[in-house]
């Protein structure tokens, strides 16, 4: 069982940015990727970013090249930089790790609230 534990949501400016931090109760390396979801008022739950345990990255197009995702191998954590948010960045964003089992579901964290005022 891995438990996350996302912080640093808050309210910005466009323009403006903000660091989203992920711990884990285990080692990132016990699941097959982690990453970064969000889900704006209304709309479904959409991929921002993942990190393979080997080091792959991907991005949705709407932020590449405004966020990046990184990982502190010593502390467990996945953090979200997100630099240039614009209102539509606005919504909850949730941690996901990836299990290596497939008959095991996702983990999530519990959401953090992301509110970029133009």
């Known amino acids: 069982q891995v438990q996350l534990v996302e912080s640093g949501g808050g309210l910005v400016q466009a323009g403006g940015s903000l660091r989203l931090s992920c711990a884990t109760s285990g080692s990132i390396f016990s699941v097959k990727a982690m990453g970064w979801y969000r889900q704006a008022p209304g709309k479904q739950r959409e991929l921002v970013t993942t990190?393979?345990?080997?080091?792959?990255?991907n991005y949705a197009d709407s932020v590449k090249g405004r966020f990046t995702i990184s990982r502190d191998n010593a502390k467990n954590t996945v953090y979200l930089q997100m630099n240039s948010l614009k209102p539509e960045d606005t919504g909850v964003y949730y941690c996901?790790?990836?299990?290596?089992?497939?008959?095991?579901?996702?983990?999530w964290g519990q959401g953090t609230q992301v509110t970029v005022s133009s």
């Open positions: 990190i393979t345990s080997g080091g792959s990255i």
């Open positions: 996901n790790a990836q299990p290596w089992s497939r008959s095991l579901s996702d983990y």
